[in-house]
């Protein structure tokens, strides 16, 4: 997942949004006794962030101290405190971290680990002053590439790692980055490989669950129906979603589990049938998938269901043209974060790099911030479980997060309407975690 830049242009077309991206990485409250030398801190760095964003400023457009990052190979000399340093580097800060991608994974793995390198690079000429070194190793996309990625980084000096993206390499990377005491940053969205000290900043479907099941019962919906893919996803998120209607009171109608191979959507379009039989006992129907929404709509359509009365929801993966572009889809309902900072950031990237970010690319921008903040204001104990954890999180550049003990995260996240015109915010992202969705 990756994204990135634009400047005078951005500045005029997106002033509403990143000018609080280099405050991104600042602790927002470090708990101990910490919390009241670094409260004045992030108080002072909202105040600026704020006049920031009423002068308009994009955080990129603020100029930088950090150069150009080196291309291709180089090596830098070694002190004697100091290991040295071999393969790709970002940056010339005395704080190495580690940023660990499938560079030679090939197809769209290679692509993700470009991306994502393009985006850390942005983010520290965003970062005026940082001092840190990410130095960059290729993992392959595998568990055995983790394992080597993390420890070469780790006897380079690194200090943190960011990354990596899929789950096998976290869980290579996990084996030794834990013997060593270094805490991981990783961009896998599988629970099973999180825990303590290997944190994921990705979006989970628990947090998407959680977030648009809540809104749903704030709304007097009560009765619920899923519509769940029969794979590791779908069972995340069958218990995400089991936990959270017991949670808020409601009624679960019934689950239907479907499989889809290749072209084949037989037995989906069984199961949207069966869903379709239960939908007159609810009012609410929860499709996660993407890729199948507007199919399963556009079937219950045909098969003359009423859907009057029922309030179709979705998750994060809807924020894409294939659904909020669909017309039968208009109505449903999805979380995600608000898109300003994204947007904003986009056009920085595309300015800089010549095309498009993914959505997720601001999981490598916002965790790269994340450690140059920590090095600047939370000094010894930057990366430790008591800072990483603080239980008033981090402002990134798709809103807030904070990462639990058990290494899953939670994140402020909006609630979406999709329109004719576009998918519209009903429900503001919470700002901090004192405010309630």
Same mark, same amino acid.
């Given at each position: ?13 997106? !002033?509403?949004? /990143? @000018?609080? $991206?280099?405050? =991104?990485?600042?602790?927002? +409250?470090?708990?101990? *006794?910490? &919390? ?112 080597? !990625?993390?420890? /070469? @980084?780790? $006897?380079?000096? =690194?200090?943190?790692?960011? +990354?990596?993206?899929? *789950?096998? &390499? ?118 996660? $998938? ?148």
């Amino acid at each position: 997942m990756v994204f990135e830049r634009g400047c005078e242009e951005a500045r005029v077309e997106n !002033a509403k949004v /990143a @000018a609080t $991206a280099p405050f =991104a990485g600042f602790a927002a +409250g470090v708990t101990g *006794a910490r &919390a009241a030398r670094f409260a004045g801190l992030r108080r002072r760095m909202l105040r600026v962030a704020g006049m920031l964003t009423a002068a308009g400023l994009l955080a990129g457009c603020m100029g930088s101290t950090m150069g150009t990052a080196p291309e291709g190979l180089q090596s830098l000399p070694a002190t004697p405190s100091t290991p040295a340093v071999t393969g790709q580097t970002i940056g010339t800060g005395t704080v190495r971290i580690g940023l660990l991608l499938p560079l030679t994974a090939g197809g769209s793995a290679t692509a993700i680990a470009n991306t994502f390198r393009n985006s850390a690079e942005l983010a520290l000429k965003d970062f005026q002053g940082s001092d840190i070194q990410l130095l960059v190793k290729d993992t392959a996309g595998t568990a055995e590439g983790g394992r080597a !990625a993390a420890q /070469a @980084a780790i $006897a380079e000096g =690194a200090e943190l790692i960011l +990354g990596p993206v899929f *789950a096998p &390499a976290v869980a290579g990377a996990a084996s030794v980055a834990r013997t060593s005491g270094v805490p991981i940053v990783a961009f896998s969205t599988d629970t099973s490989v999180a825990g303590p000290g290997v944190y994921l900043l990705s979006f989970l479907p628990a947090g998407d669950v959680r977030r648009i099941v809540d809104f749903a019962s704030k709304q007097n919906r009560k009765s619920f129906v899923a519509l769940l893919p029969d794979d590791a996803y779908g069972s995340v998120a069958e218990a995400a979603f089991r936990q959270e209607v017991g949670r808020v009171g409601g009624r679960i109608v019934g689950v239907q589990r479907y499989k889809v191979s290749g072209s084949d959507t037989s037995d989906l379009a069984a199961k949207t049938q069966a869903i379709g039989t239960l939908l007159p006992q609810a009012d609410t129907l929860f499709v996660p $998938a993407a890729s199948v929404a507007p199919f399963v709509m556009q079937t219950l359509i045909t098969q003359g269901v009423n859907l009057g009365n029922v309030k179709v929801l979705g998750s994060g993966q809807w924020d894409a043209a294939q659904v909020t572009g669909n017309p039968v889809m208009a109505g449903a309902w999805f979380p995600g974060p608000e898109r300003a900072g994204f947007d904003a950031l986009a056009g920085r990237y595309q300015a800089a790099y010549g095309s498009a970010p993914p959505r997720n690319a601001t999981l490598a921008y916002d965790g790269t911030i994340l450690a140059a903040g920590l090095v600047r204001s939370a000094g010894p104990q930057r990366f430790s479980p008591q800072v990483l954890t603080n239980r008033d999180g981090f402002l990134g550049i798709d809103g807030v997060f904070r990462f639990l003990p058990n290494g899953e995260n939670e994140r402020g996240l909006a609630v979406y309407e999709i329109t004719p015109t576009g998918p519209k915010v009903i429900s503001p992202a919470p700002r901090d975690f004192r405010t309630p969705s």
